[in-house]
């Protein structure tokens, strides 16, 4: 295997951060206090990783029980940080906040129906401490898994604090997900307690969990009480001496609750998420280098300061909520905004709304979510004046270089640097993204956080860092939030992230850096095409086509070929109002093959109305495969819209429209 990925996709603009975003950040003032006079310079010196996350710690305000003794122990692959200190990370979330910023309000909440929860650091605290002591009334101690099946409420949080507070392990479920995943997540995590609600509301419905959960809760024996926050008030079925209504539970508690004092590499969560196989992997974080992760990249990267309004559109359920909604901004003493629904519900401006109404400073989401907003139309941002936002952000996949323009224009009112920041469940926090201080270029995740050594590798292990050419993106020294391993599944970890290159983290995507630095990754490496022995980013090909002015979304996939190795295939929607006919798939394909090359020219089209997703917004390619190759899709419980995929199979089956 010696061929390189073809990263054909080229792109020229470079847009400057603002002056004044740069002079007044907070990474500005961190160079200042330390000489540092370029961004260069700071990554340079930050190659010292235990000088610079040690700097981190007094930045963020780390606050441990016992001073560590040593700052890192790597022994490939597993690492420690901060070893011997005592800590927990709650004492940094909360406790310190409730001293510091008593009346301080975290988190500004809203419900979909337009209910408004605005609650203190105060307020905050009590609550934690309260449902704390009612789980230690319920047998739960240090080390112990609870299992969270809660949607977007404060509750959500309230309960992974209260867990961490007592030293249990967390491990929340996305409420989105079947109460087959949930299951599968409680056997694996052998959780003892399950905290759930009645229901939530979701596009104008109500989604019961509770009723749902009692369908697998006989198949799960470790758990010996279930603990149900009433939100909807849905008929509820409680089982006599297992099933408990929070409101009760918490009633009579006391408002203190002493945090129990860990080590900083005890286990603080795990989090499931999806691999190659069918079986979820439980990614493991720890108290202390987490905390200091999380926090120092929200600092930086996001440049929160003590007045912004903070908002991440994540769902708690994943890793970007547990960092940046939860964790990141407590330990800052930031006020979050935090929103239980649908986006687009009532109409498609909920989101600016919000934004207008609470003030929003800095705003962070998906570029799925960005190019959803983009076919409905620049009209409904325009309603509300979104001038108080000063920065932008997004994270999940490759933002394809149209729809950032879009952000950049339309939300940001080009006044905004825009965030693009990689990272994974594993890694804990962001570790590439630009700074405010750094020169973006649509599309580029730019370049590792300060501190963090990433590279591109050939097959061989050899560094394409020089080469501007295709290959896969690998971190080469450990970072404070690096998973601690996988839950029950040592071998597994091996092979997943260490078995490629030795005491170097695969990190599963493709990338390319190219002549300035700046790497630009290129989706999952399950998600590349091989055609006629090039290798071809499916994400390239997919912005590209999206790129085109008829064009809303994208899914690309590959097709055996006999000749080729792999055709390309592409599932189209269309913006609104435009219709499909075979010239315009004649001119989509010529058009990719202007932006890529002939190489990347699809070979078949289908036009469809949906695609399938997550729930995290992620385009399910391989279920878009399976159904183009006549296969069974495999498990959809954990899709947004199961009925897309009877959409594309209807498209794959007629053949979309055909041209020649
Ligand atoms: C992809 C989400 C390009 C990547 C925090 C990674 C991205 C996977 C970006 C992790 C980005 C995330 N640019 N690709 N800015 N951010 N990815 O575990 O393939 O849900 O490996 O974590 O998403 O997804 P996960």
């Known amino acids: 295997m010696t061929e390189t990925i073809a990263s054909l996709l080229q792109e020229g603009r470079i847009y400057n951060p603002p002056e004044e975003l740069v002079e007044n950040s907070n990474v500005k003032k961190f160079m200042d206090k330390h000489g540092i006079k370029t961004y260069e310079e700071l990554l340079e010196r930050a190659k010292d990783i235990e000088w610079f996350w040690n700097e981190m710690v007094k930045e963020v305000g780390i606050e441990w029980y016992k001073e560590p003794e040593k700052t890192l122990e790597w022994n490939p692959p597993y690492v420690k940080w901060f070893i011997g200190a005592e800590y927990n990370i709650v004492n940094d979330a909360l406790d310190r906040q409730a001293r510091l910023r008593k009346n301080k309000v975290a ?3 809203e419900g979909e129906p337009g209910d408004i929860r605005k609650i203190t650091y105060g307020e905050l605290h009590r609550e934690v401490n309260r449902f704390a002591n009612a789980l230690r009334e319920f047998g739960v101690e240090r080390g112990d898994r609870v299992t969270i099946w809660l949607p977007m409420i ?5 309960a992974m604090l209260a867990c961490a507070k007592i030293g249990a392990i967390h491990s929340v479920v996305f409420s989105g997900f079947s109460e087959k995943a949930l299951l599968d997540r409680i056997l ?13 509301y979701r596009g104008g419905n109500v989604i019961e969990l509770k009723n749902r959960a009692d369908g697998v809760l006989n198949d799960a024996p470790s758990i010996e009480k279930v603990i149900v926050y009433e939100r909807c008030n849905v008929p509820t079925n409680m089982k006599e001496g297992r099933d408990y209504w929070w409101q009760d539970v918490v009633r009579n508690q006391p408002k203190e609750c002493e945090t129990e004092v860990m080590d900083a590499n005890d286990i603080l969560f795990i989090l499931y998420t999806s691999g190659t196989t069918g ?18 990249t929200l600092k930086l990267i996001f440049d929160l300061k003590e007045d912004d309004i903070w908002w991440c559109s994540a769902d708690i359920g994943w890793i970007t909520g547990h960092s940046y909604i939860v964790y990141g901004p407590l330990i800052l003493g930031t006020t979050s905004v935090m929103y239980e629904g649908s986006p687009t519900y009532p109409k498609p401006d909920r989101w600016w709304e919000m934004i207008e109404k609470y003030a929003v400073t800095v705003f962070y989401t998906a570029p799925t979510a960005i190019r959803m907003f983009m076919r409905l139309g620049e009209e409904w941002p325009q309603k509300h004046d979104l001038s108080t936002l000063r920065l932008l952000g997004t994270v999940g996949e490759p933002i394809n270089p149209e729809a950032w323009i879009w952000y950049y224009k339309y939300i940001g009112n ?8 990689w990272w994974q469940t594993e890694t804990g ?18 370049k590792p956080f300060p501190g963090v050594e990433a590279d591109v590798y050939d097959p061989d292990g050899n560094s394409l860092s020089k080469k501007n050419a295709g290959g896969f993106l690998v971190l080469t020294k450990p970072w404070p939030a690096m998973l601690r391993g996988l839950w029950r599944a040592e071998e597994r970890y091996i092979n997943t992230y260490w078995s490629t290159y030795k005491d170097i983290y695969f990190t599963g995507d493709a990338a390319r850096i190219d002549e300035d630095g700046y790497f630009w990754i290129q989706g999952r490496l399950d998600d590349v095409l091989n055609v006629s022995g090039h290798r071809i980013g499916n994400s390239e090909v997919e912005s590209a086509l999206v790129s085109h002015p008829a064009v809303s979304e994208a899914a690309v996939v590959g097709k055996p070929h006999e000749i080729k190795g792999e055709s390309i295939v592409a599932f189209v929607v269309l913006r609104s109002g435009i219709s499909p006919d075979g010239k315009l798939m004649d001119s989509l394909k ?10 990347a020219r699809p070979d078949e089209i289908y036009f ?27 498990d959809i419980s954990t899709l947004a819209n199961p009925e897309a995929v009877e959409v594309v199979k209807e498209a794959a089956k007629f053949g979309g429209v055909t041209s020649k």
């Open 107 to 109: 988190y500004i909440w």
């Open 154 to 158: 404060p509750e959500l949080p309230i």
């Open 188 to 200: 694996d995590a052998e959780a003892k307690i399950l905290i759930t609600a009645d229901g939530f």
């Open 279 to 296: 079986k979820p992997k439980g990614v493991i974080h720890a108290h202390g280098g987490y905390a200091v992760g999380v926090a120092a």
């Open 414 to 421: 080009e006044k905004c640097q825009i965030m693009d920041t």
């Open 429 to 446: 926090m962001q570790l590439m993204s630009p700074l405010p201080i750094t020169p973006l270029k649509p599309g580029s995740a730019t």
């Open 590 to 599: 010529e058009h990719v093959a202007k932006e890529i090359g002939k190489i």
């Open 608 to 634: 469809v109305s949906d695609l399938p997703k997550t729930r995290s917004g992620k385009i399910m390619r391989r279920v878009c495969r399976s159904v183009m190759l006549g296969k069974d899709p495999g």
